[in-house]
């Protein structure tokens, strides 16, 4: 098979959600479709669970499932499908937001019943940072849910994407028929069956006909004729370069646990999810169809038994063919690495491999060359962008416990900033330490690891800070005087950036106003240009 036949034949995506919106029953339906596994159950779910959350050792339990369930790849129909998981829990927001830059579309979960939460706003923001498109699953409609119309509007309204409904429900909770596909004109009638496979559609050549009715009552058929006139009235056709441009959100309504409407998406995602394009470096655009391999480094997953320091490294390729025993160039280190033992990733099982292409996953067994962003090529240096570090919501110093071990705690801090694990800032005079992370839990991580890993002792002093803000500035002057005369809120992120330790939104007006020239950024990206989420 041709590089081009390989590379179109990837769909590469995640599933996204809120936590039990049912992203994990979808993978699975998904999955077995795929044949990747032949009974539901079979994956474990990535999630963590609600544990009590300062039970860190439970959730690292539940976490190190994720190595095996981090990628899940099938072949459907001559296609390859990538799904790329994504942790739930909060406090690992920062986890799937990196993992989203390695996606080339997205489905999002919506629990018809809840509506957009929370998290989910956040999500889509980073899809759209990147025009990454989005394909949208509202679930359960086995429950008594929102109105669809309703539905429609909050995700129109709260996550400020324009969609198109592709199906409708008709009825939801206990008087739910099924869906009808409005642009094939099928009916899709629904059965509680949690072990059905194939959905058996029915092919409806005239909504406005007699035939309708031998399927659906004269009540159910004249609202679905209403809402399908309302539908065609309000929105515009479906365009699929729309969609592909990041644009447009076509919707779908089911129900996972049911296996209900789940095929009718995968087929549509199948047909009009982009395969692997090009992807911007700081140096060039590259093209997937380029013949020499690029990839970068998107994720680490450390080993916590300490018997088995080694992390793996997850690289999504770019372009090119990746194969094993091969020498690669390593951008930023300048070092030439090969890899024995590359893996790709079947359903839930961790498997050699000896190739990959573009869309691909590979995990790679790394002895701390790798961090987060980092590019492999054959030889040209080139550093992929977009790997985006949002700002810290939590604010603590790291103090030493034990002096004898300063050069341990040096060393485990920096590298698992390098993993991702929090973000961390140095303040001068005198090295501080800040740390800063989205949820509570990092900080039992970072502990953790450090006592356990690196055999150094710490505590964390809470710290005010609200926000940290990138700051940037055409009048190097300025720059100069704002952070000489706010240096004891000035710290410098781990490339030397600096960053502004804002105490409260109001201090930050107040510095724009003073500083009009200075632009706050509240996203950096690890290549350290923080050219997006200019909130000046
Ligand atoms: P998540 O990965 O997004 O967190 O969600 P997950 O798939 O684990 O689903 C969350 C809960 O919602 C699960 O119930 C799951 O069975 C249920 N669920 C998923 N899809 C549907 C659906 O279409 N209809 C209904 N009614 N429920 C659905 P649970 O009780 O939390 O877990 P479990 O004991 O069933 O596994």
């Given at each position: 098979?041709?590089?081009?036949?390989?590379?179109?034949?990837?769909?590469?995506?995640?599933?996204?959600?809120?936590?039990?919106?049912?992203?994990?029953?979808?993978?699975?339906?998904?999955?077995?479709?795929?044949?990747?596994?032949?009974?539901?159950?079979?994956?474990?779910?990535?999630?963590?669970?609600?544990?009590?959350?300062?039970?860190?050792?439970?959730?690292?339990?539940?976490?190190?499932?994720?190595?095996?369930?981090?990628?899940?790849?099938?072949?459907?129909?001559?296609?390859?499908?990538?799904?790329?998981?994504?942790?739930?829990?909060?406090?690992?927001a920062e986890d799937?937001y990196r993992?989203?830059t390695?996606?080339?579309?997205?489905?999002?979960?919506?629990?018809?019943?809840?509506?957009?939460?929370?998290?989910?706003?956040?999500?889509?923001?980073v899809?759209?940072?990147?025009?990454?498109?989005?394909?949208?699953?509202?679930?359960?409609?086995?429950?008594?849910?929102?109105?669809?119309?309703?539905?429609?509007?909050?995700?129109?309204?709260?996550?400020?994407?324009?969609?198109?409904?592709?199906?409708?429900?008709?009825?939801?909770?206990?008087?739910?028929?099924?869906?009808?596909?409005?642009?094939?004109?099928?009916?899709?009638?629904?059965?509680?069956?949690?072990?059905?496979?194939?959905?058996?559609?029915?092919?409806?050549?005239?909504?406005?006909?007699?035939?309708?009715?031998?399927?659906?009552?004269?009540?159910?058929?004249?609202?679905?004729?209403?809402?399908?006139?309302?539908?065609?009235?309000?929105?515009?056709?479906?365009?699929?370069?729309?969609?592909?441009?990041?644009?447009?959100?076509?919707?779908?309504?089911?129900?996972?646990?049911?296996?209900?409407?789940?095929?009718?998406?995968?087929?549509?995602?199948?047909?009009?999810?982009?395969?692997?394009?090009?992807?911007?470096?700081?140096?060039?655009?590259?093209?997937?169809?380029?013949?020499?391999?690029?990839?970068?480094?998107?994720?680490?997953?450390?080993?916590?038994?300490?018997?088995?320091?080694?992390?793996?490294?997850?690289?999504?390729?770019?372009?090119?063919?990746?194969?094993?025993?091969?020498?690669?160039?390593?951008?930023?280190?300048?070092?030439?690495?090969?890899?024995?033992?590359?893996?790709?990733?079947?359903?839930?099982?961790?498997?050699?491999?000896?190739?990959?292409?573009?869309?691909?996953?590979?995990?790679?067994?790394?002895?701390?060359?790798?961090k987060i962003g980092?590019?492999?090529?054959?030889?040209?240096?080139?550093?992929?962008?977009g790997i985006p570090s949002f700002s810290p919501?939590?604010?603590?110093?790291?103090?030493?416990?034990?002096?004898?071990?300063?050069?341990?705690?040096?060393?485990?801090?920096?590298?698992?900033s390098e993993?991702g694990?929090a973000q961390l800032f140095?303040?001068?005079?005198?090295?501080?330490?800040?740390?800063g992370t989205v949820?509570?839990?990092?900080?039992?991580?970072?502990?953790?690891?450090?006592?356990?890993?690196?055999?150094?002792?710490?505590?964390?002093?809470?710290?005010?800070?609200?926000?940290a803000f990138w700051?940037?500035?055409?009048?190097?002057?300025?720059?100069?005087?704002?952070?000489?005369?706010?240096?004891?809120?000035?710290?410098?992120d781990k490339e030397?950036n600096?960053v502004?330790?804002?105490?409260?939104?109001?201090?930050?007006?107040?510095?724009?106003?003073?500083?009009?020239?200075?632009?706050?950024h509240t996203i950096s990206d690890y290549a350290g240009v923080a050219n997006e989420g200019?909130?000046?």
């Amino acid at each position: 098979m041709s590089l081009k036949q390989e590379i179109d034949k990837r769909k590469t995506f995640a599933i996204i959600s809120h936590p039990d919106a049912g992203k994990t029953t979808l993978t699975e339906k998904f999955l077995l479709f795929g044949g990747a596994i032949q009974v539901a159950g079979a994956v474990k779910s990535n999630k963590i669970r609600k544990t009590s959350t300062s039970d860190f050792m439970e959730i690292e339990k539940q976490r190190g499932i994720s190595v095996a369930t981090s990628v899940m790849a099938f072949e459907y129909k001559d296609k390859r499908v990538n799904i790329l998981d994504t942790p739930g829990h909060k406090d690992f927001a920062e986890d799937t937001y990196r993992t989203l830059t390695a996606v080339d579309s997205v489905i999002l979960v919506v629990d018809s019943v809840k509506g957009v939460e929370d998290q989910t706003k956040r999500l889509v923001e980073v899809c759209r940072m990147r025009n990454t498109p989005v394909i949208i699953f509202i679930n359960k409609l086995d429950r008594e849910g929102k109105d669809p119309f309703d539905l429609i509007e909050e995700i129109d309204t709260t996550l400020h994407i324009q969609t198109r409904p592709l199906t409708w429900p008709i009825n939801q909770g206990s008087l739910f028929k099924g869906v009808y596909n409005l642009y094939q004109g099928h009916l899709n009638l629904f059965e509680s069956n949690k072990s059905q496979l194939a959905d058996e559609v029915i092919g409806i050549s005239d909504l406005h006909g007699e035939e309708i009715l031998n399927y659906l009552s004269v009540k159910d058929t004249k609202k679905l004729r209403e809402d399908v006139e309302l539908i065609e009235g309000v929105f515009e056709p479906f365009d699929v370069e729309l969609y592909q441009a990041g644009l447009l959100a076509p919707v779908f309504f089911g129900s996972a646990i049911n296996n209900f409407g789940i095929q009718e998406l995968l087929e549509t995602f199948l047909e009009i999810a982009p395969s692997p394009r090009s992807r911007e470096a700081s140096e060039r655009m590259v093209a997937a169809e380029e013949n020499k391999l690029t990839g970068f480094v998107f994720k680490i997953h450390a080993n916590l038994d300490p018997n088995h320091r080694d992390r793996i490294a997850f690289m999504r390729v770019c372009s090119g063919k990746f194969e094993r025993n091969t020498f690669y160039y390593h951008t930023r280190t300048g070092k030439k690495l090969k890899f024995a033992n590359p893996a790709t990733f079947m359903a839930n099982e961790k498997i050699l491999t000896s190739e990959a292409y573009p869309g691909d996953v590979i995990g790679l067994y790394d002895s701390g060359n790798f961090k987060i962003g980092d590019t492999l090529t054959e030889g040209e240096n080139l550093h992929f962008k977009g790997i985006p570090s949002f700002s810290p919501e939590i604010f603590k110093e790291l103090e030493n416990r034990d002096p004898m071990k300063t050069k341990q705690l040096e060393k485990g801090i920096s590298q698992l900033s390098e993993e991702g694990v929090a973000q961390l800032f140095i303040q001068e005079p005198g090295h501080r330490k800040i740390i800063g992370t989205v949820g509570d839990l990092q900080f039992e991580v970072i502990q953790f690891r450090l006592e356990h890993e690196y055999g150094a002792k710490c505590a964390f002093i809470p710290l005010k800070f609200y926000k940290a803000f990138w700051i940037t500035c055409d009048d190097k002057k300025m720059l100069e005087t704002f952070m000489h005369r706010k240096s004891y809120a000035i710290a410098k992120d781990k490339e030397g950036n600096p960053v502004f330790l804002a105490e409260s939104e109001w201090n930050v007006t107040l510095s724009k106003t003073d500083y009009p020239d200075i632009v706050f950024h509240t996203i950096s990206d690890y290549a350290g240009v923080a050219n997006e989420g200019a909130v000046s």
